[in-house]
């Protein structure tokens, strides 16, 4: 069959999924629960802003769902990378390694630190970093020295962090990520922005890295308008981080006295309310989320498409579906016919190596990252409301 008429007919599946919507978003929020009634007494209550109960409350529901101790909410992901890469000790002096295929804000944080990221490739069967390339640049690339850090022998820089990101909501491989970092002595951190509700090995992502972000932008598969959080099993890490993100104020009923230089990176009250409406939904969520996955697999498969499902040993929460075509040409073949038809879809990032911002930083061979962006398509994913089977 013609390819062209086989989008049509994908388009076409995409409408009887999502019938009620003209324009048909990549992802859009659901607000079915208590989101009115939390918003409406932040309001009455007056303590909108940095000061709340319910910031410590979303806090203590999301170390609950993760299985990991200590939470901190911010008021982005890109704010809970910055102070998870600060916090680990990343500056000037230090590299990062991370993947070269992943949003901007991965690589934004790294240089918010003044660091340089070193790119490399991402794996076909998650979608995030590779561990088989991770595994090659730590051979070729680097030796662990006598003060016990991992050194970069080309550039003589000491390599702090590893830090892979869970494409799509689809986990790493983080048993052997992390086994690699333990031999190399390197932090590992997981940027799980979209990835909260996936598992690795049973395991809620997050729990391998010393820290972990989230985000709960508009698009994720929770909301709080903006915000993140910053997820660690280390107490006095996250002491340090909750302080660092209160602009570093030491506590005092009356005396503001900073003792370093902080950030006002703290989630407000209101915020918070919005999330602690949207985590109550977060299982229903992923139920709905799988079935639409199981919705576009039949389809896939009578189709004769190429839909990536998760990786062996993850539960993902399939917070976007993806498919992978043969070519960039097919690529934009859809990408064109769905936006005439007002069906968002979108390609993968461009490649962060690829950036101008990015493009001198050290990489190694990243041929699944440039052929993974050519042939990626995100389809509409968001959860529904009337979910037929
Ligand atoms: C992989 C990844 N990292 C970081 C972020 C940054 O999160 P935020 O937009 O909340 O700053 C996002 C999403 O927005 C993301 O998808």
New binding site residues.
């Given amino acids: 069959m013609e390819n062209s008429i086989k989008y049509q007919k994908l388009l076409d599946f995409i409408r009887k999924i999502y019938t009620d919507q003209e324009k048909i978003p990549l992802h859009n929020p659901l607000f079915l629960g208590n989101e009115n009634k939390y918003l409406q007494e932040v309001i009455n209550s007056t303590y909108v802003s940095s000061v709340g109960p319910l910031i410590k409350k979303f806090e203590k529901k999301l170390s609950e769902f993760t299985g990991i101790k200590y939470c901190n909410v911010t008021v ?4 809970a ?1 910055h102070i998870a890469l600060k916090v680990a000790g990343v500056d000037e002096n230090t590299e990062v390694i991370t993947q070269a295929l ?2 901007v ?2 690589v934004n944080s790294i240089k918010y630190c003044r660091a340089s990221p070193i790119f490399i490739d991402v794996n076909t069967k998650t979608l995030g970093m590779c561990h088989i390339s991770l595994e090659n640049f730590l051979n070729d690339y680097c030796e662990i020295r006598n003060d016990g850090f991992c050194w970069n022998k080309k550039s003589n820089k000491k390599i702090k962090v590893v830090l892979p ?1 869970h494409t799509f909501g689809h986990p790493v491989k983080l048993d052997k990520i992390y086994k690699l970092c333990q031999k190399y002595n390197i932090i590992l951190i997981e ?1 799980a ?2 990835a909260l509700g996936s598992l690795y090995k049973e395991k809620h992502v997050g729990n391998f890295g010393v820290i972990s ?1 989230l ?3 508009g ?2 598969i929770i909301t709080t308008g ?3 959080a910053l997820l660690t099993n280390n107490k006095q890490l996250s002491i340090k981080m909750n302080h660092m993100i209160n602009t570093s104020k030491i506590s005092h009923p009356w005396e503001f006295f900073h003792n370093e230089v902080g950030f006002n990176y703290r989630m407000p009250n209101l915020n918070a309310a919005l999330g602690i409406a949207q985590l109550e939904q977060i299982e229903k969520f992923l139920v709905i989320k799988r079935k639409i996955f199981k919705k576009y697999e039949k389809f896939s498969v009578l189709q004769n498409l190429n839909l990536f499902s998760e990786p062996e040993d993850a539960y993902s929460n399939y917070w976007l579906n993806c498919l992978i075509l043969e070519n960039k040409k097919e690529r934009n073949k859809l990408l064109e016919l769905s936006h005439g038809q007002k069906i968002f879809m979108r390609p993968a990032w461009f490649p962060m190596h690829l950036l101008p911002m990015f493009k001198h930083n050290q990489q190694v061979d990243l041929i699944n990252t440039v052929s993974l962006y050519n042939r990626i398509v995100c389809i509409p994913s968001s959860v529904i409301l009337h979910e037929k089977d």
């Fill in positions: 982005n992901g890109t704010s990378l992943t949003f804000a991965t990101m940027d922005a979209e972000t985000s709960f932008n698009n994720k903006g915000g993140g």
